[in-house]
């Protein structure tokens, strides 16, 4: 069944005012992986869907709240690679060089699909080099088409 992203929008501000893990969550998924903007009406249906999915599948413990918010999974690769870059210079300058040659030149792990990061952790070897990507690219088209429309307007 097909949901419009009306009632995406709508699903996500309901559980923002009913639960508080789930307002905790979609606030640490937003600031982490889609740029900081917490509206969901700002977010494609795709990010809307994988968020949703994610919390009814894992992130929805009745009754739990906790100090430290439950994070989806995206989240939590964003910043592993952005930890990776904090501690060693080599990972830094892999993920850049991978972005520069595979991802339109957007190196910020917000901005990229949760497949795309786990690829890049996947082929990164720790010796400071990715190893190229499998064919045809790292990049599925929708994605590459994203990051061509964010780095070029006329696009």
């Known amino acids: 069944m097909m949901v419009d992203k009306e ?3 709508e699903q996500i501000k309901t559980l923002q005012r ?5 307002k905790v969550a979609w606030q640490e998924h937003c ?3 889609l740029g900081g903007k917490c509206d969901p ?10 968020f949703l999915a994610w919390w009814h599948e894992s992130g929805n413990i009745e009754g739990k709240v906790t100090s430290e918010p439950m994070v989806p999974p995206a989240t939590k690769l964003v910043e592993q690679i952005k930890a990776l870059q904090r501690s060693d210079q080599n990972a830094k300058l892999s993920w850049q060089k991978h972005c520069d040659d595979f991802l339109g030149g957007i190196k910020d792990p ?4 949760e497949s795309v990061l786990k690829e ?4 990164y070897k720790g010796d400071g080099e990715a ?3 499998p064919a045809p690219s790292l990049a599925s088209p929708a994605h590459a088409i994203k990051c ?8």
Not at 110 to 113: K, L, S, W
């Open 120 to 123: 890049f952790l996947t082929l």
């Open 41 to 50: 009406a700002r977010h494609e249906e795709s990010e809307l869907e994988e």
């Open 18 to 22: 009913t639960d508080k893990n789930a």
């Open 110 to 113: 917000g901005r990229h699909d």
């Open 31 to 33: 600031m982490n992986a």
């Open 131 to 133: 190893a190229a990507p």
């Open 148 to 155: 061509l429309a964010k780095v070029s307007p006329a696009f």
């Open 7 to 9: 009632s995406l929008v």
